[in-house]
Structure formats: C-alpha cells, structure tokens
C-alpha cells in the first residue's frame, strides 16, 4: 500500500491488553476506506507479542514498540506524528467499532467542513457483554458545549492530521483527550458527530480515570490547564459532574 493510499491513519495504544485487543483490530480492519492500523505496545507484560504474530501478514497493521513506559497520551502522540494519512483515528485496545463507522464519519466531516467528528457509543461490561445502553450525542457542538459537557469520547474520534499534529495531548493529570478537544474547538469553533453508536466503549474500573473521585479531580485540573480561574473552573465542574450524573444515572439503574 502507497502512502498516497491511506486515507486514515488508525492509532491504538496497547498496554497489557492481549485480551481484547484483537477485537479492537479486527474492527477497525473491517472498515471499508483506505487506512493503516499503528499498534504501540507501551511496555505490555502479558502476551501482547502473541496476538500481534497473528497480524503480521496484514499490510495495513504497523506493530511498534515504546523504548519505555509513555503512558496513553504520548503514544497517541507518537502515533500521530508517525501517521501517514490525512486522517487519525484513536482507538483504545479494550473498544471496538461497528462496521462503516469511518465511511460514515469521513463523509460527515467533508460535508460539514469541520476538522473534529465524533459518534455515539453503546456502553459494555468490562466482561465484554454489551449492554443495549447508548449515550447519543449531538450532530454538532461548539468549543462552548464542551465546555459544560464533554460528549466526545476518545475512541470515537475522527480528526485531520494536520490538527492532531497542531494540539498533542498533554497533561496526563488531567484529561488529556478532553483537554485537546478543548483546545481544538477553541480554535476551530465546531465539531460534529454521527449520532449512531458506531462504537462500542468498554465501562472499566480500573484504568485511568476509573475512580469517580479521581476522575474528577483530573476534570478540574483540565479546566485549570485551560487557563480557567478558580471559581469559573470549579463552575464548569459543576456542569460536567451534573451531565455525568445524568449520563449514566439510567444505565446504573438499569443495571440495578
């Protein structure tokens, strides 16, 4: 495949995850547009090595490993700055993506001339057993939505290149996906997004933001990076705790 070829440039940080990462991969192999997969084992313990063999005969997949432990954000970065398409895609290895959700995406995205394209999701158990439960989100928003409610979740997202290159993710006390989409909006003003759960978001307790109270001790901190006073960061908190709440109120209960 020419680089002329690829079209999306599709980047999964890998991090102790030979259970689910394949999953992930084959979804995003099943899309129908031009693309090349950039796995970046960050320091993984487990068999990550023994799932990855079963991909070497895919042209699109480029498996690479960190010389240490980055942490999400900055292999995403790494990956943005290796990409090779006019478009990077983020995928988390524990996700995974319906079928045409980057066919539906790109078309969105060229139609609306915006730079950001987000989906809905349907939320899953950490045991991989879907749920039925979809958090939607709005055809478009602006720089001033997200601030009072983030609806753009980081393995959803579509983006130029250009504009990944533009706005890396940092920060990694905070929320670094939250604080680039922040930054971006702040720029280019609106994002858009396919209100379809296109993609299929693991709920887990265990990774980096899964305490509630230490998520959102990162949601200030990102606000403060933001370069937000005191009290109008401690306001948008407000906001974004009270959409939380709202967000997944139901499927708790549902659960129940």
């Known amino acids: 495949m020419s680089v002329q070829d ?3 440039s599709v980047i999964i940080p890998a991090y102790n995850c030979a259970g689910t990462i394949a999953l992930a991969l084959d979804s995003a192999l099943m899309q129908d547009v031009p693309l090349e997969i950039l796995v970046i084992d960050d320091g993984s313990k487990d068999d990550l090595d023994g ?10 997949v480029r498996f690479l490993k960190n010389s240490q432990n980055l942490g999400a954000a900055e292999t995403r970065n790494r990956g943005v700055s290796l990409a090779k398409g006019a478009y990077v895609a983020f995928l988390d290895a524990d996700d995974y993506w319906e079928k045409g959700k980057l066919k539906k995406q790109l078309a969105l995205i060229e139609e609306k001339n915006t730079v950001l394209c987000s989906t809905a999701r349907e939320l899953m158990q950490p045991d991989g057993t879907r749920t039925g439960y979809v958090i939607p989100v709005k055809p478009e928003y602006t720089y001033k939505d997200i601030r009072l409610n983030n609806e753009i979740n980081c393995s959803s997202v579509l983006l130029r ?12 006390d905070g929320h670094e996906d939250y604080l680039m989409w922040l930054e971006i909006l702040r720029k280019y003003e609106r994002g858009c997004a396919v209100n379809e759960p296109l993609l299929v978001y693991r709920v887990s307790n265990t990774g980096k933001s899964g305490s509630k109270w230490h998520s959102a001790g990162m949601t200030y901190r990102t606000y403060r990076h933001m370069g937000y006073g005191t009290l109008r960061s401690a306001l948008y908190f407000v ?3 009270l959409h939380g709440v709202k967000k997944y109120l139901l499927w708790f209960l549902k659960k129940a």
Request: glycine share 0%.
């Open 239 to 241: 906001s974004y705790a």
């Open 6 to 8: 690829i079209l999306v």
């Open 161 to 172: 290149t250009e504009v990944a290159k533009e706005f890396p993710m940092r920060h990694d």
């Open 51 to 60: 799932v990855m063999a079963r991909y070497e005969t895919y042209q699109q």
